[in-house]
């Protein structure tokens, strides 16, 4: 599944620069996590390297978006590999 950043985030800039996917940007009003391409880090590490870095613990997984780690891999697969050509 996606991660999601609770609205307790203090903009604190830790998790966006950790994230492999390029999928933690800045919102309206605080950093967001945009579930196409949230893998959870899967491919890049062993864990989620946002929720490592963040010091208040405001990333959480995303109920709406749920997702196999199968899923994951597969989402891993087309973000990072290029089409035969």
């Known amino acids: 599944m996606a991660l999601l950043i609770k609205d307790n985030c ?4 830790m998790c ?3 994230c492999p996917n390029g999928a933690i940007y800045y919102g309206p009003e605080i950093y ?3 579930p196409d391409l949230c893998t959870e880090c899967v491919g ?3 864990k989620p ?3 490592s870095v963040c ?3 405001c990333i959480i997984d995303d109920p709406d978006h749920r997702e196999t780690e199968e899923q994951l891999w597969d989402k891993f697969v087309v973000l990072h590999h290029a089409p035969d050509s």
């Open 10 to 13: 203090i903009n604190c800039d």
């Open 16 to 18: 966006e620069p950790e």
């Open 32 to 34: 967001e996590i945009d």
């Open 44 to 46: 890049h590490y062993d």
């Open 49 to 51: 390297t946002c929720i």
């Open 55 to 57: 010091p208040i613990d």
